[in-house]
């Protein structure tokens, strides 16, 4: 028995997730026609009705009936509503599923209430052998399962009307795409594990843990997108059989593919069929709807290829936050057939072929689509399909070889900014990630900025924060541990230190390891009797905090704004990650820039003697110190916007002349006005600093703003 559980609080637990799980299936049927649940589009799809009533089936055949006198709610259940299982007898073919008008959607609904009264009798008994654990386990997530399988079905259907009728008002999803990030993320590979670990549910076919080896790969950040599609089927995609397998060739002629299941091209453009009804093809959209055949056709036409399996698992475990739509947007597809893992063994008795029959002819998707439910998917999961179908939430997220980096030629940070800078410059409209301006120089630059008369940001938050800095650590108790994210030269930490005489440890964190040590060691020699811990890292990748800090509070210190250079879902990301390595109770002290007029925010970023100049063509004359690149800075233009739509101060660097500019090996072309995108600064008010912290899990207990040009301090609590 699980010793987090009291026996009647554990069976209070399963019941309230039992409910909670039953529930949803109904819900999606709410609104939907008797004729709605009652029909079969195609023999891959099932109806409505028909999922209603497996789900229950699969609790009533594989748990209630185990007990010898159990009395099934109607026999003639038993072969209706059996899915696969030879070891439970005869079963209606699953393309003759949409025939049985018989029984009705409410004897469903009532076969389906009778089966979770039983089920919450059975589960107030408190069944503590392993396999009647697992089979609820197993339940529950078939049920999950079968949940998103009735939505494809239903757009299926849907689809296949001329009227194009919507599903719902609404497209039924647990959150919002998240927004693009950009670029590849690389990785050494070498012997990994991958598999599930035994920790909490999973299908027996995500494990054992076994090891492989992972030659260099890199696997792209975002997924491939609608508008990445059109210029696909733009350059011929469907017509060259040069870029098909064999048997996909053969199914684009055969099936006549033209496009991604459901699009069609109206007059006025693509447009796809959703469950909320034909709408236009949105060009930012992750793409939907394409078979193996067809993800495997564009990597080939992208020059890149599709990741296996193993590569996505450990990607996804090792750097998650480095990826938009992980899971929640569509699933994606692997080079990998899906097979058995070494080791593998299929659960004991009928459930054995639930995942172990299977494994053949078909292809490993890896993810969760917007229409899995909550809680359902893990970085473990193994969804898999056969390489033609597409009318599942299917997509794809590309992979390439990256060629083996000898240490002696990048350490890993030169070999990150190398990395960033590549992709940055290899998108069509070019960019850099603001934390590699700051080497030596560009720290040393920056700390001139803030010096500018028109640079407002650092001497108003300074002076708020030495007028505000006894409120604000009120509450940080002894031997508290104040880390700094993006320490630089720590001179505003002076004034929290100097508030905070029985710190326990300050622990700066920052990118640039000159600037950090000599921050670190000016700071141990003003402060002799406080712990100094400097941690080389990125910010917006944090690893745990050293394991033998101080145990008093933790208190996250991300002064000068430098959350705005983050886009809105990072600086969410972000917080998170914060709060997850701060610790409950934290505290963290955020300093935001606020909006005001477009005049003092250009000005502050274009100053007259050209410092800021100076500072953003510094990180071409870094590159070409550090990557062997051919930068010529002076033919590199600054230029600093106010984007009001965004809420954001722009810097860029603008060619003004065409050019060829290499980093190694590589070339990159300049047209006259290209330019690299290499900071945004979000500017914020009251009410985006509120949504943006308990969007991340925090609260705002205080919120101090400036004089103008107005600047604020927000003190978080987790």
Not at 36 to 54: E, F, N, R, T, V
Not at 119 to 141: H, K, S
Not at 494 to 510: C, E, F, Q
Not at 644 to 654: G, I, K
Request: glycine share 8%; hydrophobic share 40%.
């Amino acid at each position: 028995m699980n010793a987090r559980f009291q026996p009647d609080s554990r069976a209070a637990s399963d019941v309230a997730r039992f409910r909670a799980v039953r529930a949803a299936m109904p819900s999606l049927a709410e609104g939907l026609s008797a004729e709605d649940l009652s029909a079969q589009s195609m023999a891959d799809c099932s109806p409505g009705k028909w999922h209603l009533a497996h789900t229950s089936w699969f609790f009533e055949a594989l748990i209630l009936a185990a007990d010898p006198d159990y009395q099934p709610v109607d026999l003639r259940f038993q072969q209706l509503f059996n899915s696969y299982y030879e070891a439970l007898g005869e079963r209606v073919p699953r393309p003759k599923r949409g025939l049985m008008t018989r029984p009705s959607v409410e004897d469903v609904l009532a076969y389906r209430r009778e089966i979770d009264r039983r089920m919450t009798a059975w589960l107030a008994q408190q069944p503590t052998g392993g396999l009647e654990r697992y089979l609820f386990e197993l339940g529950l997530n078939h049920d999950q399962q079968h949940q998103e399988l009735f939505l494809m079905d239903m757009l299926n259907l849907m689809a296949v009307s001329p009227l194009d009728p919507p599903a719902y008002t609404v497209e039924p999803r647990a959150r919002p795409v998240e927004p693009a990030m950009g670029g590849a993320v690389a990785f050494d590979g070498g012997l990994v594990e991958v598999g599930h670990a035994g920790q909490g549910f999973a299908f027996d076919n995500e494990g054992p843990v076994h090891k492989v080896w992972l030659e260099p790969f890199a696997l792209h950040a975002d997924l491939t997108t609608n508008g990445d599609w059109i210029r696909f089927i733009d350059d011929g995609g469907y017509v060259r059989p040069d870029l098909w397998l064999s048997d996909g060739w053969a199914t684009v002629k055969t099936e006549a593919w033209t496009a991604p299941l459901y699009w069609r091209r109206d007059p006025e453009g693509w447009t796809t069929m959703s469950l909320t009804g034909r709408i236009p093809v949105d060009p930012a959209a992750p793409v939907r709807h394409v078979s193996f055949y067809e993800a495997e056709a564009f990597a080939r036409w992208s020059g890149k290829r599709l990741p296996t399996e193993a590569e996505w698992e450990y990607a996804a475990a090792t750097t998650p936050d480095a990826f938009s739509n992980l899971s929640g947007e569509v699933w994606q597809w692997t080079a990998s057939p899906y097979a058995p893992y070494p080791g593998f063994a299929p659960t004991p008795g009928t459930a054995a072929e639930y995942n172990g029959k299977f494994m053949a002819n078909q292809m490993v998707l890896r993810g969760g689509a917007f229409a899995t439910p909550p809680g359902h998917a893990r970085i473990t999961y193994r969804n898999f399909f056969y390489p033609q179908q597409r009318w599942a939430f299917m997509g794809l997220r590309l992979a390439e070889d990256a060629p083996r980096v000898a240490a002696s030629q990048d350490d890993p940070a030169t070999a990150a900014f190398r990395h960033d800078l590549v992709e940055g410059l290899s998108r069509d409209r070019k960019a850099v990630p603001p934390k590699w301006f700051y080497d030596a120089e560009g720290s040393r630059l920056f700390e001139a900025i803030t010096a500018l008369p028109e640079y407002y940001p650092t001497r108003q938050e300074t002076a708020l924060l030495r007028d505000r800095a006894e409120a604000l650590t009120a509450d940080f108790g002894p031997d508290a541990v104040l880390v700094e994210f993006g320490s630089g030269a720590s001179e505003k930490t002076r004034i929290l230190l100097d508030a905070l005489p029985d710190l326990g440890a300050y622990v700066p964190l920052d990118i640039s390891e000159s600037a950090l040590l000599d921050a670190a060691d000016r700071i141990r020699a003003d402060y002799p009797g406080l712990r100094v811990q400097p941690v080389l890292g990125d910010f917006e990748h944090l690893a745990p905090l050293p394991a033998d800090l101080p145990r008093g509070r933790r208190i996250g210190f991300f002064p000068g704004s430098t959350i705005g250079n983050l886009e809105p879902e990072e600086a969410v990301r972000f917080l998170t990650a914060a709060r997850r390595m701060l610790g409950e109770g934290a505290l963290f002290i955020l300093g935001v820039d606020l909006v005001k007029d477009p005049a003092t925010l250009v000005a502050a970023y274009d100053d007259a003697q050209g410092v800021t100049a100076a500072f953003n063509r510094n990180l071409l004359v870094r590159a070409n110190a550090e990557l062997d690149a051919d930068f010529d800075p002076h033919a590199f233009a600054h230029r600093a916007v106010w984007s009001a739509d965004r809420s954001r101060m722009e810097m860029h660097l603008e060619a003004t002349a065409p050019m060829t500019v290499h980093i190694g090996e590589r070339a990159f072309g300049f047209l006259p006005g290209e330019t690299i995108h290499t900071e945004s600064s979000r500017k914020f008010t009251p009410e985006s600093v509120q949504a943006t912290a308990a969007a991340s899990g925090w609260s705002v207990v205080r919120f101090d703003v400036s004089p103008e040009p107005g600047v604020a301090l927000a003190l978080l609590r987790a």
